[in-house]
């Protein structure tokens, strides 16, 4: 049971490129959410799913895409890459029960930065 | 709509002396409350969660927070710092329909001095 994993740990990129980072989950959970993380700021979740092949946009979604083709996948796009998406990004998934309240697990991070 | 504030973003103490880390929130429905740690270069791991079940939640490592509706406020505590506990910590708050993500306070830092 790997729980939260993401794929890759680090990239660099340059302006304008793209890239894709996975993230998958293998305990079945519905929720999934993308959050990136700037010194100082907390976490900020930039979009979220509620189900395979739904999506929906959180509080920071400009420059960014998201698919969830698979219910353990969730992929965040990046099209036209830019120094200010330089950041750590960090996926999580979860669940609804009384006991556990949406309580959310989080994949290692994945540090990009944007040159 | 929900909010948290973290009222130091850091916080100094020395080693076996308690610890205070202060959050108040804002919700328009009865909240679930969320501390976590994060240790440098690390994720996220759970310390601890109100769920409207007991007000004075007890998680890892000898940290507890204590939930006060009247305050709005869930403060996490701890009785002896240890030079592990030094880390940034989130207070979160989920509430509504929940599914639709976090909020999180923009952290504390917290230095243990030897």
């Known amino acids: 049971n790997a729980g939260v994993t993401q794929t890759p740990k680090f990239r660099v990129l340059k302006t304008g490129q793209s890239m894709t980072l996975l993230c998958a989950q293998d305990m079945n959970h519905e929720y999934m959410y993308w959050y990136r993380q700037d010194p100082g700021m907390g976490l900020r979740l930039i979009h979220y799913s509620v189900g395979e092949g739904t999506t929906a946009k959180g509080e920071v979604p400009d420059g960014y895409n998201v698919s969830r083709l698979k219910k353990q996948n969730f992929l965040l796009g990046l099209e036209s890459a830019a120094p200010s998406q330089t950041s750590v990004y960090f996926c999580?998934?979860?669940?609804?029960?009384?006991?556990?309240?949406?309580?959310?697990?989080f994949g290692p991070g994945t540090r990009l930065t944007v040159t | 709509a929900q909010s948290v504030t973290q009222l130091d973003s850091h916080v100094s103490v020395s080693e076996g002396t308690p610890v205070l880390l202060r959050c108040n929130y804002s919700?328009?429905?009865?909240?679930?409350l969320f501390w976590y740690v994060q240790h440098p270069n690390k994720g996220l791991q759970l310390l601890l969660k109100y769920t409207s079940a007991a007000t004075l939640v007890k998680g890892i490592n000898g940290f507890e927070a204590e939930f006060k509706k009247s305050e709005t406020s869930f403060h996490l505590t701890k009785p002896s710092a240890h030079m592990s506990d030094a880390a940034e910590y989130f207070c979160?708050?989920?509430?509504?329909?929940?599914?639709?993500?976090?909020?999180f306070g923009k952290g504390t830092h917290l230095i243990i001095q030897p």
């Open positions: 919700s328009s429905y009865s909240p679930s």
């Open positions: 979160v708050v989920i509430s509504g329909g929940g599914a639709d993500g976090l909020t």
């Open positions: 999580a998934s979860s669940y609804w029960s009384v006991a556990s309240s949406y309580e959310q697990y």
